[in-house]
């Protein structure tokens, strides 16, 4: 998308929705910069049940994750493959979702993602091919990593003047379906006599995701059908977010926060395991971090679309996951509540970023061009976190290296976030 011109621009004055196109024909703007359109109420319920659905896929295998080894007959390095297969889908299918909006409308994108959410979902349940699995997992993660990106966009587009409110409403959807996805999977599977229960009730849970954005893909067919010619051919120029600071700070954000974020699920159960809390109180412990971050996922995109500057919550966010941290590295039995509640706090980067996505961008298209990229760069840094705690975990047997080395990735997170913290928007940027 071509930059807005000076005059839209100066002094940055109109808000992120104002209708910056140049030219006669201002009818044809305010579609793409993101106005209300009809239906909000719907859009909304789809976008929390699309939500619901983000990490359930994910955090239910990694419950039942030994229970499948056996089923199937993994071998370790099958095995880690699955683990790392959603970073690998977030990162790289993710980033084809800009090129798909330009070509289907959003609603439509959404009605394939969901559906093809459920669909993997179903058959990696009824096979007894670990490569079909894998297979099957990764047509399911596809349908999530595009959703990833769509969801900060609808907000832009459907909900401009809400855009904290709304992210909040979303993000704590996705905490709660990450939280009872983790700690119902194995009941769920116990209760039914199989691992494969425990993951296939979540392709109902996708199924019902998909239809209220049938109703909405049919509205928006007819739309695009009933448009002038003229209209339906001006598409604009792509955003390019790799070519701009801002787009870079966004992903490094995003890949730092998500990097201790992956490393933190993946291992804190460990280290209170080694600190000698039972199996059973050290799940518990982990689970507080994602039960204690669904307020957090709440409060934080409202403060942040209240606040002209971010400064104070990326400063804020770095104190309690510093505190955190030093804290697990010197007493980890002493205070383990109080560290589990300051990583809670702390882990309020990912609503945060999320918010920003749509507070960084004066159009929807510049949205979607944004989240592509910071998310999908993002996901790449973030599958370096559990792979390298370990590493380090391995090598000095101890915690005190991979927490130094989390506590080197947040200086660099806070680098980051103090660049994106002044209001600023992608499309401005050359």
Do not use: C
């Amino acid at each position: 998308m071509t930059p807005p011109p000076p005059t839209a621009t100066a002094g940055h004055a109109a808000p992120p929705t104002a209708d910056v196109t140049p030219g006669p024909a201002p009818a044809a703007a305010p579609a793409p910069a993101g106005r209300p359109a009809t239906g909000g109420l719907l859009v909304l319920v789809g976008m929390l049940l699309v939500a619901v659905n983000l990490r359930a896929a994910v955090t239910s295998l990694g419950a039942l994750l030994d229970e499948v080894r056996t089923g199937l007959g993994l071998s370790g390095a099958m095995a880690g493959l699955v683990t790392t297969l959603p970073t690998i889908a977030f990162a790289g299918l993710g980033a084809l979702t800009p090129w798909l909006v330009r070509r289907f409308a959003p609603a439509r994108v959404l009605v394939i993602a969901m559906a093809s959410l459920a669909v993997g979902q179903v058959l990696r349940v009824v096979t007894d091919s670990a490569l079909v699995f894998v297979a099957t997992s990764a047509l399911a993660l596809a349908g999530i990593a595009v959703a990833n990106i769509l969801l900060p966009m609808l907000v832009k587009q459907h909900f401009p003047h809400r855009t904290g409110l709304v992210t909040g409403a979303y993000t704590m959807a996705l905490t709660v379906g990450t939280t009872v996805a983790a700690a119902s999977a194995v009941p769920v599977a116990h209760a039914f006599g199989s691992w494969r229960a425990g993951l296939g009730v979540w392709a109902a849970l996708a199924a019902v995701a998909v239809i209220p954005w049938v109703p909405l893909a049919l509205r928006a067919r007819a739309a695009r059908r009933a448009a002038p010619p003229t209209v339906a051919a001006a598409a604009p120029a792509r955003i390019k977010p790799e070519r701009t600071r801002l787009g870079w700070a966004m992903a490094v954000y995003f890949g730092t926060q998500s990097l201790s974020g992956y490393a933190i699920m993946g291992w804190l159960a460990q280290l209170f395991r080694d600190a000698g809390f039972h199996p059973e109180t050290a799940g518990l412990l982990l689970a507080g971090v994602t039960a204690l971050g669904v307020p957090v996922a709440l409060l934080m995109p409202a403060l942040a679309g209240r606040l002209r500057t971010l400064r104070p919550l990326v400063l804020g966010l770095t104190a309690f996951s510093t505190a955190a941290y030093l804290g697990l590295a010197l007493a980890p039995r002493g205070a383990a509540p109080l560290w589990v509640a300051l990583l809670a706090v702390g882990q309020g980067a990912f609503p945060l970023i999320l918010t920003t996505i749509g507070l960084r961008a004066r159009t929807a298209e510049g949205t979607v061009a944004l989240s592509a990229f910071a998310q999908s760069t993002g996901y790449v840094i973030a599958a370096l976190g559990p792979l390298l705690v370990g590493v380090l975990y391995e090598a000095t047997g101890g915690w005190t290296a991979p927490l130094g080395f989390l506590l080197a990735a947040l200086v660099v997170q806070t680098g980051a976030g103090m660049v994106i913290a002044r209001p600023r928007y992608i499309e401005d940027e050359r």
